[in-house]
């Protein structure tokens, strides 16, 4: 079953490639939605998938890539509306 996630992860995670790794990893795992830069330093996210594959991407958010440093990552359940059709980076 398909379900979706709004998610802000906070810590050092602007100026580490964190937007274009949450890209791949989110293409990989088959989800769809899109990634942006907040203007507080946070990435804010929206994702839909199946329940498997969010889970593994959640736990990914958690650390992200090489040079974030992670502190939180707040996550909101919210209802799929398969309106996406890959996943983009923002500005």
Request: aromatic fraction near 10%.
């Amino acid at each position: 079953m398909k379900r979706a996630i709004k998610a802000r992860v906070v810590g050092r995670v602007q100026g580490v490639c964190f937007r274009v790794s949450t890209q791949a990893e989110a293409v990989k795992l088959g989800i769809t939605g899109w990634v942006r830069n907040t203007t507080d330093g946070d990435v804010y996210l929206q994702a839909e998938g199946f329940e498997e594959c969010l889970e593994q991407f959640v736990s990914w958010l958690h650390n992200g890539p090489k040079f974030a440093k992670v502190e939180q990552v707040i996550v909101e359940s919210s209802e799929a509306s398969d309106s996406y059709q890959g996943f983009d980076i923002r500005n």
